[in-house]
């Protein structure tokens, strides 16, 4: 199983961006799809997270602003970001559960200028 991420970059505050996760391998289904950041020398912390139920949940400082969606047909994880932040600067993580298995992205840098 492999994720591709995209759809980082520099952006300023107010902007908007749209992470994708791509998902390719021996897929049945994506039963759980988050996004995670890090800054250096900070905890991975989760942003959003949707199963394939299309349950979501948000982290406090994302509510409103972001927006986690999954199409299962192209096994594909999205972010939408708006009103971004400098605070929303890190890099981001992609994160799927297959099975029991989690797999993991290369990451994909936002930075948000004010």
């Known amino acids: 199983v492999q994720l591709v991420e995209s759809g980082g970059g520099l952006v300023q505050a107010g902007g908007s961006l749209r992470l994708s996760c791509v998902v390719s391998?021996?897929?049945?289904?994506?039963?759980?799809g988050t996004w995670y950041r890090q800054a250096p020398g900070k905890q991975r912390e989760l942003v959003a997270a949707i199963t394939s139920g299309g349950s979501t949940n948000y982290a406090d400082s994302v509510k409103g602003r972001f927006a986690i969606s999954m199409d299962s047909a192209k096994n594909t994880v999205y972010l939408q970001m708006d009103s971004l932040k400098p605070e929303d600067t890190d890099v981001y993580y992609c994160?799927?559960?297959?099975?029991?298995?989690?797999?993991w992205g290369q990451g994909t840098q936002v930075t948000v200028s004010s």
């Open positions: 391998g021996n897929i049945f289904r994506i039963n759980r």
């Open positions: 994160n799927v559960l297959i099975y029991n298995s989690e797999y």
